[in-house]
């Protein structure tokens, strides 16, 4: 199990490292560190299957590949079986929040890596990732004429540039409750308290309140 663990990271690295600093490699080493803290707490859980989906679960992400080629070579690279492919590629499917319009996390491996990566969405790192990632697109701070949108389409949600503060009212606010797992839902508390706090002083540094 190891030596996969360790051949899928040699292979995932370089192309993380090409990605902006939102989804780079750092990301997946803390997305990583979330799931094994989740793991500890879910004895029935195949931490292989875990641990590679982590891994590769960005790989073939929409928003830097066009199909789904990395994911597949290096799966077929690592010498799983059939099952195994099916499974991590099943849990990657489930991770996405599509705009709200997510896959149900259908078995417990999916909703460690669901809740190990929406914990990196939030808290500090969350702000600095969603910042990092709005710069790179080229994206306002923040837009006062802009709604947030509730109710929006896979292609809505990916298809409009929206400022990078509307992007927590549209979905990192609302993370903490979405989250699936006991664990996950207890280190998802005082991450969702520091975004709260963040707006908040933002808010106030640009009323001229401070």
């Known amino acids: 199990m190891n030596d996969q663990i360790a051949k899928c990271e040699e292979l995932v690295m370089g192309i993380y490292n090409e990605m902006d600093a939102s989804h780079d490699f750092q990301h997946i080493e803390r997305v ?27 790989v073939s992400d929409s928003k830097y590949a066009a199909d789904k080629s990395n994911e597949k070579r290096i799966l077929e690279e ?12 099943t849990v990657i499917a489930e991770v996405s929040f599509n705009g709200g319009n997510e896959l149900p996390a259908t078995t417990v491996e999916s909703k460690i890596v669901r ?22 697109k080229g994206r306002k701070l923040y837009d006062d004429n802009e ?11 990916r298809s409009k540039s929206t400022a990078s503060v509307t992007h927590f009212y549209e979905k990192l606010l609302l993370l903490k409750d979405l989250m699936v797992t006991d664990k996950g839902r207890e280190m998802a508390q005082q991450r969702h308290g520091f975004m709260v706090q963040f707006l908040e002083q933002l808010k106030k540094e640009r009323d001229g309140i401070l």
């Open 147 to 157: 709604e947030a949108r509730m109710d929006m389409s896979v292609e809505e949600y």
């Open 78 to 89: 690592l010498y799983l079986t059939e099952e195994e492919i099916r499974h991590i590629e």
């Open 32 to 58: 990583y560190q979330n799931a094994l803290a989740i793991i500890k707490t879910e004895p029935t859980a195949n931490e292989k299957i875990v641990l590679l989906a982590v891994l590769l679960h960005d």
């Open 115 to 136: 809740d190990a990566d929406r914990l990196d969405a939030i808290g500090a790192v969350g702000i600095a990732r969603t910042f990092a990632y709005g710069g790179a």
